[in-house]
């Protein structure tokens, strides 16, 4: 999947990250994953620390990526999670040209709702 994210487009390579996060956390949350809204705080879900310690572990078994510290800070949330990793994932062979994603695409990054 990361040799796929590193040659998509960003949009569509984003959606797919997203859609991703979207399953990883509706199955530690134990709910739909139509439910689970990309665009809201990872902090309104409850999420305790045995969680996280969850999120991370499946995030690094799909992505081969560790996530960073702030992870769960009290404004981060799906969107910003999957452009984050995304822009992990792309920096390791692009580092030495532009990048995708500015600071403000990521603590800008919105994703549709599934419908």
């Known amino acids: 999947m990361v040799e796929r994210l590193r040659t998509m487009e960003w949009l569509p390579a984003i959606n797919v990250v997203g859609q991703e996060i979207r399953d990883i956390m509706s199955g530690i949350l134990r709910m739909p994953p139509e439910q689970f809204d990309l665009n809201r705080s990872l902090a309104r879900y409850g999420i305790d620390s045995l ?48 990048k995708d994603a500015s600071p403000a695409d990521l603590s800008q990054a919105r994703l549709a709702q599934p419908q």
């Open 51 to 98: 969680m996280a310690m969850e999120m991370q572990l499946e995030v690094e078994r799909r992505f081969g990526r560790s996530l960073p510290v702030m992870t769960l800070s009290n404004e981060m949330t799906g969107a910003r999670l999957a452009a984050s990793l995304l822009a992990r994932i792309r920096d390791e062979d692009e580092e030495d040209r532009d």
